[in-house]
C-alpha cells in the first residue's frame, strides 16, 4: 500500500499535490487536510496542482494567510433546553428527556466534526398500556385469569409512575380459508361440533375495545364480556392487530407525553407477510389504520398480513415499546424477532397468564433500564459513529445503547459525523436522533462547505489568461484549444527539446504511456474505466483492490491505486467495518469478554467459546461463575443481578430442576459453589444442537444438619470411656499371655525337678538327707 500523508511529512506520498486537482473545489475534495491557494503570483507557472497542498506548506512556500483556502467542519447549538428530572405534573408537557434538542453541522467532506448527546429517563413518567390479546380457543384459560387483571395491574404500576393509563384489544386470525372456517355452519359458531368446547364467537381479525383510560374498571367490564374464537391454523394474525393498535394513534388513544406499552399476549406463532396469499390477498399491507365504526379492522380479508421491516416501522414512528408475552415453547421464535423489530423486549408467560402482571412490570422495568439512540432520514452521503459513555463512565466504542440503567441516571454519547461528497450547489439536508421509544428528538440540520470563497472573484476572459481563460481562485481555466498555466499555448505545439518535462523521471515512458505531451504539460487520454490524472498522468480512479467485484467493497474511494476508507471502514478494500455493536453481549462486553470484534463479528479467541458474540462457552474457567449468578437470581432471587433487574435481560438460558442431579454425562459441565448458608449447590451446564443453553440444576441446595450439643458430649465422653475399657482389655491380654507363660515355665520346670530325683542313687539321697538334718540342726 503507499504510505498517503495526512500532514506535511517528507517520508510519504502527499496526498494532496499527488492528486489531480485543478481547481480550489476539487482540492477540498482529495483530502481534508488539504487546502488551496489562491494567491495570483504563487508557484510555478507550469505546475498545475501546486497550490493545492497541506496549509503549513502553502505558508512555507510563500502563500499569505488571507489567500488560503481550508475551510473546516463544525456545529452549532440552535435548541438546547436543559434536561428535566420528573416526569408527572404541571410540567408534564415540558419534560426533556434529550440534550440537545436541535444542532446545524457545517461540513467539508472527509473532515469529521463531533457532538454529544445527552439522555436522561425521568422519574415517574405518564405510562399508556395497551393489551393486546390472542382470544383463540386455546386460550380460554388465559381469558378467565385476566378478568380482574385492570385493579391488580394499576396497583403495580402505580408503584412505578403516578399516571396510568390502560387499554384493551383482542385479535384472533383472517376469515377466510385456509386460516379459518368458512363453511356455512361456522359461521356463527366456528366451535360447532367441537365437544371439549361447543360454543364460540365468530372469527375475527382484530377489535378495539377499550381505548386508554384511568379508569381501570372499564378495563375489567370489558374483559369480563369476552368469548374465545377459533381458528383452523396453528399461526394467528396478531400482526395485523399490533400494526391497527400503533397507527390508529387516535381511536386508541395514545398521548404524546407517555411511555407506550404494547403488550402482545399469546400461545403460538404469528402469521407473517406473504402468508396472506395463500388466502388469495396478494395486495400487501399499506401501513395505515383500516378500524370501522364499531373498531373492527375493516381490511383483514382484504390485504396480506405485514411484513417484520413494516412493522418495525410503524412502532418506531409511534414510539412503542413492543412486549410478547408468549408461552415458553415459542420465545425462542419471538427472541429471535426481537432482534428484527427495534424496542422490542419478550418475556415467558405461565400457560394460563398467571404472571402476566409480573411478567409486565418486569418487561416495563428492563425497558426503563436501557436507552437505544435510532437514526431517521440518514442521508447515504453521511457517515456517523457512536461512542456511548454510560453510568460507569466509560466510553464504548460503536456502541449507541446503555443497559442496567436506574431512572434519573444520564447518559452521553459522543457522535462524529463524516461527509463523503459535496451534493448539488445549495442543498441542505438532515436527520433526526432519537431514543428508541422516546417521544423526544434531536434534529440535526446539515450543510456542505464545498465551495471556496475565491470563486466570488471569478473573472472570464480575464487579460490575466491572455483573454483566452477563465481566472479564477489564483489561476487560469483555458478555453478549448488554449493550454498553459496563463493560456499562452495553442494544441499541438510540441517542443521536443522539453519533452522531458512530461516524463516522471529520465528513461519512464512520456506521460507514463497514458498521455500526450503538450506545451510542456501532460494531457491525460479519457478511460472507459475511470479518470487518468497526476502531474505525468500516473494516477487513475479505478485500479484499485475490489471486495465481491465492487471497487473498495463501495465504502471507499479509490485514488492513485489505493483505496481510501470511509468512516467506519479499514482494509486494503475498506471491507471491514470497524462498528462493534454487533459483537456486544448482552452483558454490554465486546464478544463477552472472550474474542475480538474484527470486522464487525466476533472472533472467539478463548478455547471452547462460540455463538455470535462467545456468549457460549461450557468449558471457559469462568462458565460455572456466569451460569451461577443466574441460577441464583433466577431460582432463589439472590445474588448480584436479583437487585439490578437485569436477570430477565440476561438470564435466558432454560433453567431444568431435578431432585438429583446426573453426573455421568460426558458432554455436560459439573459445577458446584457454596451458598451463603454454608450449603452446596450443585448444577449441570450443556449446549443443545440447535445452541440453546440448558442448565439442570437441584431443587435446593444440600445443606448437613448441625449435630447437637448433648450428642457431641456424649460421643465425647463415650468415646474416651470405649478407648480406656479398650486399653484395658489390652492390658489384660497382654498380662494374661504373659501369666500362662510363666505358669507354662514353672510347670516345665517341676516336671524336670521330679524326673531328676527319680534318678538319684541311694548314697545321693542319704548324703543329702545327712546334710539336710545338719542344716536343720544348725
Not at 383 to 395: E, S, V, Y
Request: with cysteine.
Amino acid at each position: 500500500m503507499v504510505n498517503y500523508c495526512s500532514g506535511p511529512q517528507t517520508e510519504c506520498l502527499n496526498v494532496c499535490t499527488s492528486g489531480s486537482a485543478t481547481s480550489c473545489e476539487e482540492c477540498l475534495l482529495i483530502h481534508p487536510s488539504c487546502a488551496w491557494c489562491a494567491q495570483e503570483d504563487f508557484g510555478q507557472a507550469r505546475t498545475l496542482n501546486s497550490r493545492c497542498d497541506f496549509s503549513q506548506n502553502l505558508q512555507k512556500r510563500g502563500c499569505d494567510d488571507p489567500f488560503i483556502e481550508n475551510p473546516r467542519s463544525g456545529s452549532s447549538l440552535l435548541r438546547s433546553k436543559p434536561l428535566s428530572s420528573k416526569g408527572s405534573g404541571v410540567t408534564q408537557y415540558d419534560v426533556i428527556q434529550i440534550y440537545p434538542q436541535k444542532i446545524s453541522l457545517s461540513l467539508r467532506p472527509g473532515d469529521q466534526t463531533s457532538f454529544e448527546v445527552q439522555v436522561r429517563p425521568v422519574e415517574d413518567y405518564p405510562v399508556d398500556l395497551y393489551y393486546l390479546m390472542d382470544l383463540s380457543l386455546s386460550m380460554k384459560d388465559d381469558l378467565d385469569t385476566i378478568r380482574n387483571l385492570g385493579t391488580k395491574l394499576a396497583e403495580e404500576m402505580r408503584k412505578l409512575t403516578s399516571n396510568f393509563r390502560l387499554g384493551f384489544g383482542s385479535f384472533v386470525d383472517k376469515n377466510i380459508s385456509p386460516f379459518s372456517y368458512t363453511a356455512p355452519k361456522y359461521q356463527d359458531n366456528p366451535c360447532n361440533g367441537y365437544k371439549l368446547f361447543p360454543n364460540c364467537v365468530p372469527t375475527f381479525g382484530f377489535r378495539h375495545l377499550l381505548s386508554l383510560t384511568d379508569k381501570v374498571d372499564r378495563f375489567n367490564e370489558e374483559v369480563q364480556k369476552q368469548l374465545v374464537s377459533r381458528n383452523r391454523d396453528a399461526p394467528e394474525g396478531g400482526f395485523d392487530a399490533i400494526l391497527q393498535a400503533a397507527v390508529c394513534k387516535e381511536k386508541i388513544g395514545w398521548r404524546k407525553e407517555a411511555y407506550h406499552l404494547l403488550v402482545f399476549a399469546t400461545d403460538d406463532v404469528p402469521h407473517l407477510a406473504l402468508d396472506g396469499k395463500l388466502g388469495g390477498l396478494v395486495h400487501p399491507h399499506d401501513g395505515q389504520c383500516h378500524l370501522n365504526d364499531k373498531n373492527e379492522y375493516s381490511a383483514a380479508n382484504m390485504m396480506d398480513y405485514p411484513s417484520l421491516a413494516l412493522l418495525g416501522e410503524k412502532l418506531a414512528e409511534n414510539n412503542i415499546f413492543l412486549i410478547f408475552a408468549v408461552t415458553k415453547r415459542h420465545y425462542v421464535l419471538y427472541k429471535n424477532l426481537t432482534a428484527l423489530i427495534p424496542g422490542t423486549t419478550v418475556e415467558i408467560l405461565d400457560q394460563d397468564s398467571k404472571n402476566i402482571i409480573q411478567l409486565i412490570v418486569n418487561a416495563y422495568n428492563n425497558i426503563r433500564s436501557k436507552v437505544e439512540l435510532s437514526v431517521w432520514d440518514h442521508p447515504e452521503d453521511l457517515n456517523l459513529a457512536f461512542t456511548a459513555t454510560c453510568q460507569d463512565g466509560q466510553p464504548l466504542t460503536g456502541l449507541r445503547k446503555c443497559a442496567d440503567l436506574k431512572i434519573g441516571d444520564t447518559v452521553s454519547f459522543n457522535i462524529t459525523v463524516d461527509a463523503r461528497g459535496c451534493p448539488p450547489k445549495g442543498t441542505r439536508k438532515g436527520f433526526i436522533i432519537r431514543p428508541v421509544g422516546f417521544k423526544d428528538r434531536l434534529e440535526v440540520s446539515v450543510d456542505y462547505r464545498c465551495d471556496c470563497s475565491c470563486t466570488y472573484y471569478t473573472k472570464s476572459n480575464s487579460s490575466r489568461c491572455n483573454s483566452a481563460g477563465t481566472y479564477s481562485c489564483g489561476m487560469c481555466h483555458c478555453e478549448p484549444g488554449y493550454l498553459g498555466a496563463r493560456c499562452e499555448c495553442e494544441e499541438g505545439e510540441v517542443d521536443h527539446q522539453h519533452l522531458s518535462a512530461c516524463r516522471e523521471a529520465e528513461g519512464k515512458q512520456v506521460c507514463s504511456g497514458r498521455g500526450e505531451c503538450s506545451c510542456n504539460q501532460c494531457l491525460c487520454y479519457e478511460s472507459e474505466f475511470g479518470k487518468i490524472y497526476g502531474t505525468f498522468c500516473e494516477c487513475d480512479d479505478f485500479s484499485c483492490a475490489r471486495h465481491k467485484g465492487i471497487l473498495c467493497s463501495g465504502h471507499g474511494e479509490c485514488h492513485c491505486g489505493e483505496c481510501k476508507c470511509h468512516a467506519g471502514y479499514i482494509g486494503d478494500n475498506c471491507n471491514c467495518s470497524t462498528e462493534t455493536a454487533s459483537c456486544a453481549s448482552d452483558d454490554g462486553k465486546i464478544c463477552s469478554g472472550r474474542g475480538s470484534c474484527v470486522c464487525g463479528r466476533c472472533q472467539c479467541t478463548e478455547p471452547g467459546a462460540f455463538g455470535d458474540t462467545c456468549e457460549k462457552c461450557p468449558t471457559c474457567p469462568d462458565a460455572c461463575g456466569t451460569k451461577r449468578e443466574c441460577i441464583e437470581c433466577r431460582l432463589f432471587n439472590t445474588g448480584r443481578l436479583a437487585d439490578n433487574q437485569t436477570c430477565q435481560r440476561m438470564c435466558k438460558d432454560e433453567i431444568i430442576t431435578v431432585e438429583t442431579l446426573k453426573t455421568d454425562d460426558s458432554n455436560t459441565v459439573q459445577c458446584v459453589y457454596k451458598t451463603e448458608n454454608d450449603c452446596v449447590m450443585k448444577f449441570t451446564y450443556s449446549e443443545h444442537a440447535n445452541g440453546q443453553s440448558v442448565l439442570t440444576a437441584l431443587k435446593e441446595p444440600e445443606c448437613a444438619v448441625a449435630p447437637n450439643a448433648m450428642t457431641v458430649l456424649l460421643a465425647v465422653v463415650g468415646s474416651i470411656l470405649l478407648m480406656g475399657i479398650v486399653l484395658l482389655a489390652i492390658w489384660k491380654l497382654v498380662i494374661t499371655i504373659h501369666d500362662r507363660r510363666e505358669f507354662a515355665r514353672f510347670q516345665s520346670a517341676r516336671s524336670r525337678a521330679r524326673y531328676e530325683m527319680v534318678r538319684f542313687d541311694p548314697s545321693t539321697l542319704y548324703f543329702f538327707y545327712q546334710n539336710y538334718n545338719e542344716t536343720v540342726l544348725l
